[in-house]
C-alpha cells in the first residue's frame, strides 16, 4: 500500500466521526513544521474525492499551516465495520509512550543528532529548559529507580533535583568535615641511633612517626545511643555533622511535681520521674542554638516537639538564628484521647501534641505529608515517647539514603529507629540514662 499527496480541499470529513474534540493542534502543528510529516492520513475514494476514515487531528494541523497537499494511504472498498475498527485503531487503542519512554527518547535523539541541546530543542518543538530537565531526568532513572513510579516526568524531575541536590549537600559535609577535622595527627616516635653514628638528615620526616602499618580505628556503627548530656556535648562535639534533627526534650512544665503522675498507669517504666522543670529546657533549647553549627549541617530538617505555651517563643528563636519555620506545626492527636487535663474544673484535656517544622539551607522535603496524624499513645519503654507510626509519618517526608539523623534526648529511640526503617545513612542518640542507652543499642540490633 503506497501512499501519495492529495489536495487538503478534496478529503471530506463525516459528521459522526467517533473523536469530536480534536485537543490543542498548536503542538502538533509545530511539529509537522519542525519535522515534517511522519505518519500518513487514512481516506477512501468517494467520486471525485476522498472520505477521511483516520488522521483528523494531523489534516486539521495540515490545514493550520496552510499547506495545500498532504500524504495520504487509500483504503478502498472498506466495509461498515472495518472503518470503525480502523478508526477506533487511531483513536483508542494506539498506545502512547509512556513518559519513562519519552524521556529516553529524547535522550536517544538528542545523543544521535549530536546538535546542541538549543537545536534539539528546536527540532523537537520543544523549549531548550524542557528538553534539558528531560535529559537530566533520563541520566538519573535508573540511579534512582524509584523515579519511576512518579505519575508524571515533571514530578519525577521535581523528585531528581532534590535528591541530586542532597548529595551534592552531602558531599559539601565531606569536604567541612576534612577542613574542620584536619589530617590525623600521630604521636612522632624517638628514634635512636647507634652510639657515634653520624646524624642522618636524609631520613624523611614521616620515617619517624608511628609504626609503618598502624592497625585504622574500628568505624563506629552507623546507628548507636550514647550516655550524655546534651547540654555539655554540644559544647564540644566536633565530628561530623547532622542533616536531620529530632528534639523531644522534656516540655518544662514541672509534671515532675504534679498530684496527677502519682498514676502507676503513667509511670510504670523504665525511668519513672524525670526532671520536667523550665529551667531545663531552657538550658537544653539555649545549647541547641548556641552550638547548632557544631552539630547541625548547613542544610538541615528539625522536628522539634514542645508545649503549646512555648511554641512562638521558640519559633521566634529558630527564625533568629536562620532557620525557616514552616507556618504551621506538626500536629499529633491521641486517637485514644490520652493526655493530661491539668485543672479538670477549667480547662479541658489536651490530647494532642505540637512540634515545630523548621528547615536550614532551604532543604527540601521528598514528599509532601499530612501536617497532622492520629494515632494512640504508646508506653512500651518511656513515659513521653513519641509513637513510632507518629514520627515515620512525618519522617517519610525527609528521609533516604543521605539522612544523618541526630535526636538529643532520644529516650526510647522511636525516632531514630523510624529513621532507620526508611533507609537513613547514619544515626545518633543521646540520653542522660543507661538503660535508655542500652535499650537503643539492643533495638538497633533487634
Excluded at 531545663?280 to 542544610?299: K, P
Amino acid at each position: 500500500m503506497s501512499s501519495f499527496n492529495i489536495s487538503v480541499l478534496s478529503i471530506k470529513i463525516d459528521d459522526d466521526r467517533q473523536r469530536k474534540d480534536l485537543g490543542d493542534i498548536t503542538p502538533l502543528a509545530q511539529s509537522l513544521s519542525a519535522i515534517g510529516q511522519i505518519t500518513p492520513i487514512v481516506v477512501e475514494r468517494d467520486g471525485d474525492s476522498f472520505r477521511l476514515i483516520a488522521g483528523e487531528r494531523r489534516l486539521t494541523a495540515a490545514k493550520k499551516l496552510g499547506w495545500s497537499e498532504i500524504e495520504a494511504i487509500t483504503r478502498d472498498d472498506l466495509s461498515d465495520r472495518e472503518r470503525v475498527l480502523i478508526e477506533l485503531e487511531e483513536n483508542v487503542r494506539r498506545k502512547q509512550l509512556t513518559w519513562q519512554e519519552e524521556v529516553k527518547a529524547v535522550q536517544t535523539f538528542v545523543t544521535l543528532s549530536k546538535e546542541p541541546q538549543a537545536l534539539a530543542a528546536k527540532s523537537l518543538v520543544m523549549s531548550a529548559q524542557t528538553l534539558s530537565h528531560m535529559i537530566t531526568l533520563a541520566e538519573n532513572l535508573e540511579r534512582f529507580p524509584e523515579l519511576k513510579e512518579c505519575p508524571t516526568w515533571t514530578s519525577a524531575y521535581s523528585q531528581v533535583t532534590i535528591k541530586l541536590q542532597r548529595l551534592t549537600d552531602a558531599a559539601l559535609e565531606d569536604i567541612f568535615e576534612d577542613i574542620v577535622s584536619g589530617p590525623e595527627e600521630v604521636e612522632p616516635k624517638e628514634v635512636f641511633l647507634p652510639e657515634g653514628a653520624p646524624a642522618q638528615p636524609s631520613i624523611k620526616t614521616s620515617q619517624l612517626y608511628a609504626d609503618p602499618a598502624p592497625t585504622p580505628p574500628k568505624e563506629a556503627p552507623a546507628f548507636q545511643a550514647l550516655e550524655g548530656d546534651f547540654a555539655l556535648w554540644a559544647k564540644e562535639y566536633s565530628g561530623r555533622r547532622f542533616n536531620l534533627i529530632h528534639c523531644d526534650f522534656p516540655y518544662g512544665l514541672n509534671m515532675d511535681n504534679a498530684n496527677l503522675q502519682n498514676s502507676s498507669a503513667r509511670w510504670d517504666v523504665t525511668d519513672g520521674r524525670y526532671d520536667d522543670s523550665p529551667e531545663l529546657f531552657d538550658r537544653l533549647t539555649r545549647a541547641f542554638f548556641d552550638n547548632q553549627d557544631n552539630f547541625i549541617s548547613d542544610t538541615a530538617h528539625c522536628i522539634f516537639w514542645l508545649a503549646a505555651k512555648n511554641y512562638g517563643r521558640i519559633a521566634s528563636r529558630f527564625t533568629h538564628y536562620g532557620w525557616t519555620v514552616c507556618d504551621v506545626p506538626l500536629i499529633w492527636h491521641k486517637s485514644d484521647n490520652a493526655g493530661i487535663a491539668p485543672d479538670v474544673r477549667r480547662w479541658p484535656r489536651r490530647t494532642f501534641e505540637i512540634a515545630i517544622f523548621a528547615s536550614r539551607g532551604d532543604r527540601k522535603i521528598l514528599k509532601v505529608k499530612a501536617a497532622s496524624i492520629a494515632a494512640p499513645t504508646t508506653k512500651d519503654h518511656h513515659l513521653s515517647e513519641k509513637p513510632i507510626p507518629v514520627v515515620t509519618h512525618f519522617m517519610e517526608m525527609l528521609v533516604d539514603g543521605t539522612t544523618e539523623i541526630f535526636d538529643p534526648t532520644a529516650g526510647s529511640g522511636t525516632a531514630l529507629r523510624a529513621a532507620k526503617s526508611l533507609g537513613a545513612k547514619r544515626g545518633l542518640g543521646l540520653d542522660v540514662l543507661p538503660e535508655h542507652v542500652n535499650y537503643m543499642n539492643g533495638a538497633w540490633n533487634g
